[in-house]
């Protein structure tokens, strides 16, 4: 089955840097590549998310390239905030067992 | 719009009895459910996929008996945790995926979570 995996698992950058998260997937039959903000105790938000025809998708400061011969697939964080330290998941949507597969997560921490 | 409900958000309950965690889609309709669990500082892990009017279909190692899934509307879906004990605590969230219209069919749309406690 699909398997994902995301590095690095804590980041922490002064505010204003950018931020970089990577994912990594097995099944090259994925083809939907989200990713999540989830803070303490709530549900994950859904904050850009990728589809396997596009290359890249940018949202004001948040960016998702995916690199579909590779099966990599990065998140990137403009001019970060300390409202932007959170746990962020990325997942892959596997076509065969229809399901989301969450990679381990990444503790982000900005500090002003 | 997009949104998905879970009752209660919080319970403790004592070791050896049942719980039953509902997920209600309020405003579109799902004909798949989701249901993860997710311990502190882990990821969501997908216990089963939930589909209106049929038996779910659960990921390895997840004791069907043990956590009972029942999908009876395009609304609602609901897990019951059976004969609860303390390894059993932990964070439920559902998820819904919407079954046609404007929404994306691979968007999923979460819940707010239930946290468990089993004492």
């Known amino acids: 089955g699909e398997n994902v995996e995301q590095h690095p698992s804590t980041l922490s950058v002064q505010e204003g840097d950018s931020a970089v998260i990577k994912c990594t997937y097995s099944d090259s039959a994925s083809n939907y590549f989200p990713w999540y903000k989830q803070e303490l105790g709530k549900r994950p938000q859904l904050i850009i998310d990728?589809?396997?025809?596009?290359g890249e998708k940018k949202d004001q400061r948040i960016a998702v390239t995916l690199n579909k011969t590779a099966k990599h697939f990065s998140l990137h964080i403009t001019e970060t905030q300390p409202e932007d330290s959170a746990v962020y998941f990325c997942a892959a949507w596997t076509t065969g067992f229809q399901k989301l597969v969450f990679g381990t997560g990444t503790r982000l921490l900005v500090s002003p | 719009g997009a949104v998905v409900s879970q009752h209660p958000s919080r319970v403790i309950c004592k070791s050896g009895t049942s719980v039953k965690i509902e997920c209600r889609s309020l405003?579109?309709?799902?004909?798949?459910m989701f249901w993860y669990r997710q311990f502190p500082k882990q990821s969501l892990m997908l216990m089963a996929t939930s589909n209106e009017g049929s038996k779910a279909t659960y990921e390895q190692g997840v004791e069907k008996d043990k956590f009972l899934i029942n999908h009876a509307s395009l609304t609602l879906s609901t897990l019951t945790v059976t004969s609860a004990h303390p390894e059993d605590s932990s964070f439920y969230i559902c998820?819904?995926?919407?079954?046609?219209?404007?929404?994306?069919?691979?968007?999923?749309?979460f819940g707010p979570g239930t946290r468990l406690t089993v004492t």
């Open positions: 990728i589809r396997s025809n596009v």
């Open positions: 998820s819904a995926r919407a079954t046609s219209g404007s929404r994306s069919s691979y968007e999923q749309y």
């Open positions: 405003d579109f309709q799902a004909t798949t």
